[in-house]
């Protein structure tokens, strides 16, 4: 008869999602290409050329965020004065001029390299970034609608249930198990 120690099961660890297996391999063939790229503007002109752009990058892209973000500081004061007053805010309806997006590209500009410098340009073109934020949106609803019950996204999906009269009710759905007792009616929501 032998008697051991009994090697204690794990569950198996979930499978890492493609993106986190490849973000760190896309980044360091980022960083290889801005050094690389570098160099050649470098040995194809001088030092001082590329030291120039990349301080032309800079300062390009935080004269970009500081407009960006006084424009977006300018609409919410707008809409906070709006709402005080009654009227529906204008800052109600999607936001047309992408501060966020001149964020990114502001971001990028002032991150050291060509080509997120001219990623940052291309972000701050009007049609790059109507693109872009369509993109962002059908893929924000596609990952809405498939989230998984309990997760991130159905509390999302939760958070936006209104009631016929425009008030938002907050709570959750708690289905009754087979064997459950029934309870009475519940008391009208008010505020």
């Given at each position: 008869?032998?008697?051991?120690?009994?090697?204690?099961?794990?569950?198996a660890r979930p499978r890492r999602s493609r993106l986190r297996t490849l973000l760190p391999l896309g980044i360091a063939a980022w960083l290889v290409l801005e050094i690389w790229l570098l160099t050649m503007v470098a040995g194809a002109s001088s030092g001082l050329v590329v030291f120039l752009v990349l301080v032309a990058g800079f300062i390009l892209g935080s004269?970009?965020?500081?407009?960006?973000?006084?424009?977006?500081?300018?609409?919410?004061?707008?809409?906070?004065?709006?709402?005080?007053?009654?009227?529906?805010?204008?800052?109600?309806?999607?936001?047309?001029?992408?501060?966020?997006?001149?964020?990114?590209?502001?971001?990028?500009?002032?991150?050291?390299?060509?080509?997120?410098?001219?990623?940052?340009?291309?972000?701050?073109?009007?049609?790059?970034?109507?693109?872009?934020?369509?993109?962002?949106?059908?893929?924000?609803?596609?990952?809405?609608?498939?989230?998984?019950?309990?997760?991130?996204?159905?509390?999302?999906?939760?958070?936006?249930?209104?009631?016929?009269?425009?008030?938002?009710?907050?709570?959750?759905?708690?289905?009754?198990?087979?064997?459950?007792?029934?309870?009475?009616?519940?008391?009208?929501?008010?505020?």
């Amino acid at each position: 008869m032998t008697t051991g120690a009994q090697t204690p099961t794990y569950p198996a660890r979930p499978r890492r999602s493609r993106l986190r297996t490849l973000l760190p391999l896309g980044i360091a063939a980022w960083l290889v290409l801005e050094i690389w790229l570098l160099t050649m503007v470098a040995g194809a002109s001088s030092g001082l050329v590329v030291f120039l752009v990349l301080v032309a990058g800079f300062i390009l892209g935080s004269v970009v965020i500081k407009r960006a973000g006084r424009r977006a500081f300018r609409k919410l004061s707008e809409a906070l004065q709006q709402q005080q007053s009654g009227v529906m805010p204008a800052a109600a309806r999607p936001n047309s001029e992408g501060n966020g997006l001149m964020m990114l590209g502001g971001l990028l500009l002032m991150i050291p390299g060509l080509v997120s410098d001219a990623v940052g340009l291309l972000l701050l073109l009007p049609p790059v970034q109507k693109a872009v934020s369509r993109s962002a949106e059908r893929t924000f609803e596609r990952k809405l609608r498939e989230a998984d019950p309990g997760t991130l996204g159905g509390a999302f999906q939760q958070a936006r249930m209104h009631r016929p009269d425009g008030k938002v009710v907050q709570g959750e759905v708690i289905r009754d198990e087979p064997g459950d007792t029934p309870q009475g009616p519940r008391p009208p929501l008010t505020h």
